[in-house]
């Protein structure tokens, strides 16, 4: 029988694989997304994958729903550490994980992106001297205000291996002196992303339109400090939104409910229509089907352009700026500029496909292999 190359890839995997140990940290939204397509690459390859959920994100629909819908294996364990300040809730996460880490002794422990448990996961495994690979790596949004800044910067310096998904992100770590612990790998959420597009049915993309309640709605999200914890700011976001055209979508993040009830904020005026957080596949199926998105979310941001749906960033600065090429996403830092923003784009140049094909999972474990 002749093998092709993708079936050999996966045998020499298997080969070099098998008897590794892999430990993946995860505790909040995105990082569940990007465990997807590693939970499952473990599965095929033959690799132990450990799952340590620190409980950072702890609904429902922030958590759970997204281990039920892509398929992710149960968390072999739940730190079950919640909400808290920066400071208690990376502290507590990095005291559990200490202890965690101790007992199952990985080859490798796997962070993913740049919340508060990456960086917990990340000082954990450094102290005990058990190899540390960062997913994610090298991104930079130069701004040293924003608490993912901090995780990134920090989690990057004391990785063994950084597996990155740009040019810019390696030529970031270049820049920083990490160049010989960096390798590209691509994006793995890109994985995700196409997998479920191709997947979606007329019946899913019905739905959200039935959701939004109009054929015509604008996508948005908003989730970040600097967006949501001073009042004035959210409300003038809010108004921004509520200005537009068309009818927004809003899926209202946790904080975003929290801050704006404490600061007598009502999120449904004008063209805002209010609902829960989406699943995944709801998620992706609102950005196929709507006009545009409006996001501080790095992920949004990503998944809009490689699905071909313009996005407005209501931030001054992006770690994604590949999506800025071509028009298809723009920096509004603005609130007030929304509903201009927001109106019909001209022609938008072809897209490229900066963060890889949707293969990045086999190359990260064949990675982690190699220099295991
Ligand atoms: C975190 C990450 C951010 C990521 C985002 C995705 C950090 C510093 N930030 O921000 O990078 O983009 O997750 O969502 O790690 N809450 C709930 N239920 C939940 C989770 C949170 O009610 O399941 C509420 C709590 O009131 C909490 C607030 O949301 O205080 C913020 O949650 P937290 O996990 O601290 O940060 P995020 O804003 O979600």
Same mark, same amino acid.
């Given at each position: 029988?002749?093998?092709?190359?993708?079936?050999?890839?996966?045998?020499? /995997?298997?080969?070099?694989?098998?008897?590794?140990?892999?430990?993946?940290?995860?505790?909040?939204? +995105?990082?569940?997304?990007? /465990? @997807?397509?590693?939970?499952?690459?473990?599965?095929?390859?033959?690799?132990? #994958?450990?799952?340590?959920?620190?409980?950072? #994100?702890?609904?429902?629909?922030?958590?759970?729903?997204?281990?039920?819908?892509?398929?992710?294996?149960?968390?072999?364990?739940?730190?079950?550490?919640?909400?808290?300040?920066?400071?208690?809730?990376?502290? &507590?996460?990095?005291?559990?994980?200490?202890?965690?880490?101790?007992?199952?002794? +990985?080859?490798?422990?796997?962070?993913?992106?740049?919340?508060?448990?990456?960086?917990?996961?990340?000082?954990?495994?450094?102290?005990? #001297?058990?190899?540390? @690979? !960062?997913?994610?790596?090298?991104? *930079?949004?130069?701004?040293?205000?924003?608490?993912?800044?901090?995780?990134?910067?920090?989690?990057? !310096?004391?990785?063994?291996? /950084?597996?990155?998904?740009?040019?810019?992100?390696?030529?970031?770590? #270049?820049?920083?002196?990490?160049?010989? *612990?960096?390798? !590209?790998?691509? $994006?793995?959420?890109?994985?995700?992303?196409?997998?479920?597009?191709?997947?979606? $049915?007329?019946?899913?993309?019905?739905?959200?339109?039935?959701?939004?309640?109009?054929?015509?709605?604008?996508?948005?999200?908003?989730?970040?400090?600097?967006?949501?914890?001073?009042?004035?700011?959210?409300?003038?976001?809010?108004?921004?939104?509520?200005?537009?055209?068309?009818?927004?979508?809003?899926?209202? !993040?946790?904080?975003?409910?929290?801050?704006?009830?404490?600061?007598?904020?009502?999120?449904?005026?004008?063209?805002? *229509?209010?609902?829960?957080?989406?699943?995944?596949?709801?998620?992706?199926?609102?950005?196929?089907?709507?006009?545009?998105?409006?996001?501080?979310?790095?992920?949004?941001?990503?998944?809009?352009?490689?699905?071909?749906? +313009?996005?407005?960033? /209501?931030?001054?600065?992006?770690?994604?700026?590949?999506?800025?090429?071509?028009?298809?996403?723009?920096?509004?830092?603005?609130?007030?500029?929304?509903?201009?923003?927001?109106?019909?784009?001209?022609?938008?140049?072809?897209?490229?496909?900066?963060?890889?094909?949707?293969?990045?999972?086999?190359?990260?474990? &064949?990675?982690?292999?190699?220099?295991?």
């Amino acid at each position: 029988m002749s093998l092709g190359p993708s079936r050999l890839g996966i045998l020499s /995997l298997a080969v070099k694989g098998v008897g590794m140990h892999l430990l993946s940290v995860v505790g909040a939204r +995105p990082q569940f997304i990007k /465990l @997807a397509p590693v939970a499952a690459e473990c599965d095929r390859s033959g690799v132990t #994958h450990t799952i340590v959920h620190t409980g950072q #994100h702890y609904d429902f629909n922030m958590s759970d729903v997204f281990f039920d819908e892509l398929r992710i294996p149960t968390a072999d364990r739940n730190l079950n550490i919640g909400s808290d300040s920066h400071g208690r809730q990376t502290a &507590r996460m990095l005291d559990s994980l200490e202890e965690t880490l101790m007992d199952l002794q +990985p080859d490798w422990v796997l962070a993913y992106g740049d919340t508060n448990s990456t960086l917990a996961s990340a000082v954990a495994a450094v102290k005990l #001297h058990i190899p540390l @690979a !960062h997913l994610e790596a090298g991104l *930079r949004s130069f701004n040293r205000t924003m608490p993912e800044e901090h995780n990134r910067v920090l989690t990057d !310096h004391a990785a063994d291996l /950084l597996l990155v998904p740009s040019k810019v992100a390696l030529s970031n770590l #270049h820049t920083e002196g990490l160049g010989d *612990r960096s390798v !590209h790998v691509g $994006d793995v959420m890109v994985d995700v992303t196409l997998m479920v597009r191709k997947s979606l $049915d007329d019946e899913e993309l019905q739905a959200v339109t039935t959701e939004a309640g109009s054929n015509d709605f604008i996508l948005a999200t908003i989730h970040r400090a600097e967006n949501t914890d001073d009042p004035e700011r959210l409300r003038e976001v809010i108004d921004g939104l509520a200005s537009v055209d068309t009818t927004v979508l809003l899926p209202a !993040h946790p904080r975003l409910r929290a801050r704006a009830a404490s600061a007598g904020i009502t999120l449904a005026v004008g063209s805002i *229509r209010v609902v829960e957080p989406l699943p995944y596949r709801s998620m992706i199926a609102a950005i196929v089907a709507a006009k545009g998105v409006v996001t501080d979310s790095g992920g949004l941001q990503k998944e809009a352009y490689v699905l071909g749906t +313009p996005c407005t960033t /209501l931030r001054t600065e992006t770690e994604w700026s590949e999506t800025l090429e071509g028009g298809w996403n723009v920096l509004v830092p603005d609130p007030r500029d929304l509903r201009i923003a927001t109106e019909e784009r001209g022609p938008l140049a072809l897209r490229g496909m900066p963060y890889g094909a949707g293969n990045a999972a086999g190359v990260v474990l &064949r990675t982690l292999a190699d220099r295991g």
